[in-house]
């Protein structure tokens, strides 16, 4: 199949648009939302210090890659990648982290999340796996995040979030019946601010993304699913979304609303934020396809 805009062979089709595109259009469509989003965000200013949070997908290091590159001739906008260990003691994620930075000239820091006692914070027992029983005021990983950017200077934290797991956040509230002060709460209002410029770009345009950018060439790990109904919930998504191609953008802007007057887009991201990490996730809520299609999908 060709390209919608050239000649060339098409690598990707997007249902919801109709278009078959090639890999420079793919990069320059997945890149023009991805700047979309960050001025609808609030955009990059003289003096930002932004960290790239890098987990173990393809979307985070696809985002190193993309700011990178558009912050290249920004003398006033420095991007360092930070990493989070997942407290098994494994350093290989780290390592693999560090020179995927070191290849773009990227500073790297590891996050240090002590386990002292927050104030602002509360333990969850083990066995309760529902994040919508989860307390608003248990985020201690996001809060111990903020004490380390403050200590580098960081200004915006930056976050890898894809339409797949935004949309699958919404609809799972939805079907949780979680209240509005515990979904789109202000949780998070007073956190450094995310940005998370794919929200708007399928988690398989990502990952054709990344592998045209040089990023995909190790393997993607991806986290485990602890929630069951948060995996039936992307599940059925998928399934709805093959029949209706528009569902996962129709989710996103139904976030968007309920995030509330002069919230918007933020206010979902601090849902998917505080969602995430109900999950034990921090950076993954929902998996990356392996898979590189023909365009068929």
């Known amino acids: 199949m060709q390209c919608s805009k050239c000649h060339r062979d098409a690598i990707v089709f997007q249902p919801y648009s109709g278009l078959h595109l090639c890999s420079q259009h793919l990069t320059a469509d997945v890149e023009a939302k991805a700047k979309k ?3 609808a965000q609030g955009g990059l200013k003289p003096g930002d210090h932004i960290a790239v949070l890098l987990s173990q997908d393809q979307n985070s290091w ?4 993309f700011l990178k590159h558009l912050t290249a001739q920004r003398r006033d906008i420095r991007i360092t990648a930070i990493a989070i260990p997942d407290g098994s003691g494994n350093r290989s994620d780290i390592l693999r982290a560090k020179r995927f930075a070191e ?3 990227t500073e790297f820091l590891v996050v240090s999340l002590p386990e002292e006692s927050d104030s602002r914070t509360e333990t969850c027992p083990k066995e309760n796996r529902d994040p919508a029983s989860f307390p608003v005021s248990r985020i201690s990983c996001s809060f111990r995040l903020d004490r380390f950017a403050h200590l580098h200077g960081i200004t915006k934290i930056a976050w890898g979030l894809c339409l797949d797991a935004a949309a699958a956040v919404v609809l799972g509230n939805i079907i ?3 209240g509005e002060n515990r979904v789109w709460g202000n949780s998070y209002q007073d956190h450094l601010p995310r940005i998370c410029p794919f929200i708007s770009v399928t988690a398989l345009e990502i990952s054709l993304y990344a592998a045209s950018c040089g990023c995909g ?10 929630d069951e109904l948060h995996k039936d919930t992307i599940a059925m998504l998928d399934n709805y979304t093959n029949k209706h191609p528009a569902t996962k953008y129709a989710l996103l802007n139904l976030g968007e ?8 887009i933020k206010g979902l991201i601090q849902t998917c934020a505080w969602y995430g990490e109900s999950l034990r996730c921090c950076c993954n809520v929902s998996p990356i396809p392996h898979e590189v299609t ?3 999908r």
């Open 37 to 39: 989003q960050i001025r």
């Open 62 to 65: 696809a985002l190193l890659y």
């Open 103 to 105: 290849c773009l000239d």
């Open 176 to 178: 949780r019946g979680a």
């Open 217 to 226: 060439d190790e393997q993607t790990i991806h986290p485990e699913q602890r």
């Open 257 to 264: 609303t309920l995030g509330g007057p002069g919230r918007g």
């Open 294 to 296: 023909d365009g068929t």
